[in-house]
């Protein structure tokens, strides 16, 4: 898969977007929200599968059907929520309908919600994903052949090795830089490496962190997070209470957009092939792109 792994880092480009909000909106405001992220440049919105998110393939196609040239791609679609012939199907779906636009994200969710959504017992999380990605690939279909590219959501070793076997590599999310450097060694120089980066547009280190913790709280408390900075060095010290400054510096970059920009070159100087951009609001009323709007130009394509 080396070849069209390459060939999707350059589609993808060097930074793209990764949003909540457009999950919180009503359809018309999600497909305008789609549409001025196009207008402003972005090449790939991604975009949640979590308890509560609107349905993976429904979403995508709404935001798919909106744009011209907009990649949408879920971080993750939960491998819980429907089993592999309809996860392999919907994707040769929209893959049929829109060429080239709709890569598919991959994961396994975590364990409160997999139980919440399912009473499914979360367990041996590498091993499942074998098993899913194999019936995938035997699932049936009557409609046009087409090219299924996909990418894992991975952050520990056994699954990073997993993406770069069975996909086109990996997505890690919530992760420092440090990762980076760790996950481009264990996929190897071949697999495409996108990778998420929190950010806060602001310049007080009170209102930039205070804005960090409100998002670093759910993930802080999700044993696949923490341990995964655990294995990067970091304290329970640091990760309890919201996160150390220390920590909230290393997970969320803060600041102006330059500030933002350097901890994308960061990643990329470390391996990555793209940074996914997921602009944390300081402000919840204000409109959705608006940030997005002040940092665009400032990052690299």
Known sequence: ???????????LGRTGAWSFDVERLGANDARGYARELERLGVTVLWIPESLGSKEIFAHSSLLLGATERLIVAPGIANIFARDPVAMANGQRALCDAYPGRFLLGLGVSHAPTVKARTGITWEKPVTHMRAYLDAMDKAPYTGKAVDTPRILA???????????????????????????????????????????????LATDPAVARATARRHMKRYLDLDNYANNLRRLGWSDGDIANGGSDALVDAIVAWGDPSAVRKRVEDHLARGADHVCIQVIRVDLAAPPAQEWGMLAKALPR
Do not use: I, N
């Open 154 to 200: 991975a952050l520990g070793p056994q699954m990073l090795k997993l993406a770069a076997e069975r996909s086109l590599g990996a997505h890690p999310y919530f992760v420092p830089v440090e990762h980076t450097t760790t996950a481009r060694k264990t996929v190897g120089s071949g697999p495409l490496l996108a990778v998420e980066q929190a950010a806060v």
């Open 1 to 11: 898969m080396t070849d069209d792994a390459r060939a999707w880092a350059k589609k």
